[in-house]
């Protein structure tokens, strides 16, 4: 191995560690922790970069193994174990960050160490087109970054360090023996765990002392996330090392099947219908001949003159027809290719597609109406169309994105609206579309029941109302979460025959009351009425009297 050639990724992640190991050697000054932010989010950046790289070789190694899989199958066995193995590493790796991050806080809680995690968009490597939500650590959020007594107690003094090293090693052993025996000493794999390492004062020290003591939680997190990206280095050397031990001159296609690719299975009424057939694992230089018949599910002798020829280009063929006529469509097809004997041998294909109007979906998540005052959540989608692409409007009040919910909207209407319409565009192919709209009704949030001790009438104990000590509005079946406040009530009883009545602010008994409750006889009424509650849009509701008895 001591002669091997290392890649410009290998060479880019030992110049980073150089950096950092610099970096470590000095005060941490603000600029220097600002650097670390900057070359940690750096190497996640390049981390996910190198992640869909690799998927595409996992892909590349998944096609040539459904065409041979009797030559292929052994070596992509061994690859979907290297997968296995690097994905249970990262794993490691990432719970230790999490586990570090939460010894250094000082927290046993999941939560609040979950607040320092954001939620990222990245490219769907099974879905190039689409993007798909990933959790990463936000470093520069975490308070103790700058902080390495905590983290050297986890990694030294309770021996992390030396565990995350057996791990290293045991990861390396066992991606190595996946490889042929003779041709190990071409692979070089990184994640070095016994070089030659020196302190500031020049003393030699052990990796897991060089690495981990007395360095601060940011470099700490920047040195996993280096291991991570060598981890990923050594699945991309072992995989391509396995895939380079078949030899794919020797291929032997046992079958060839027709594929059709289409743009889109959903086309807009208007638009163009769009896919591309090519025969899979066949050569490229080719120029097949493609027969389409509309509306059949086979191409046979007998209505093949029937069906529309379509010269290919490229070992592929290009379909585009005009979509007027909404519903369900189906073709068949038949793709005429040479054999490698140089003779005529045709497969035949078939595929369904629908056309559909411009639609669009609206639904309150909540209720069937709009609320005044509150944010009334929706959600607003168009078949077909990712909810990223879709742009909604509204006739009266204001419809923003839910910081809350991706994808979803807040609406808010205001006072005196009777109904709202909500409209939207969306992008398809390019270009902004109106995609109809929906009208909801607007309605004023209805009036809270004024309560005391759960109760607003009949009999009850006299310690329980003092224990109560005040009239508590509540929303009843409303899917809201709203609070209204009292604001003043009118207390109504009779004592000795006389009728005593007191105007309270706010919704709590005053002394004066409690004292009248204390000295209550059995079967004394209390009427608690003109009770004033205001909401959170500010408007003042008169809420229902609450009628008690003491028992």
Known sequence: MAGYKETPRQKMIAMMYLVLTALLALNVSKEILDAFLVVNESMIDTNESFKRKI???????????????NKVGPYWEKAKIARELTQDMTRYLNDIKFEIVQYSERTDSVETIEKFYVTEEVPDPDNPAQMKEKLELNLESVPTKDKYDRTTNYFINQRKAYELKDRIE??????????????RDLLNLGLRTDGTYYNASGQKESWEMHNFYATILAAEITILNKLIAEVQTAEFDVINMLFTEINISDFKFDEVDAKVIPKTSYVLKGENYEAEVLVAAYDS????????????DKITTE??????????????????????????????GLIRIKDPEGNDAS??????????????????????????????????SVPGVAKERIRPSISTGTIKPDPQSKGDWIVRVPTGARKAVVSAQAEYQGQFMNMGSSEFRVKKVPDPVAEIAGMNQGPIEKNVLLAASAIIPTMKSFEFEMYFTVTSYKMITIIGGDLVQKNIRGNRFTEEIANIIRNARRKQRFLFENIQAEGPDGTIRTLNPINLEIQ
Do not use: C
């Open 55 to 69: 998927h595409n070789t996992y892909e590349q190694f998944e096609f040539q193994h459904s065409l041979n899989p």
């Open 170 to 183: 045991a990861y390396k052993d066992t991606m190595l023996k996946l490889v042929d025996t003779a041709r």
């Open 285 to 296: 230089k080719q120029n097949p001949q493609v027969f389409i018949l509309k509306g059949a």
């Open 303 to 332: 209505n093949i003159d029937r069906a529309q020829k379509i010269e290919g280009k490229d070992g592929t063929v290009k379909l585009e027809w005009a979509s007027n006529v909404e519903g369900p469509h189906k073709y068949a």
């Open 347 to 380: 497969y035949p294909f078939k595929h369904e597609y629908i056309v559909a109007p411009p639609s669009l979906t609206v639904a309150a998540t909540k209720m069937n109406v709009f609320y005044i005052g509150v944010n009334n959540p929706v959600s607003i």
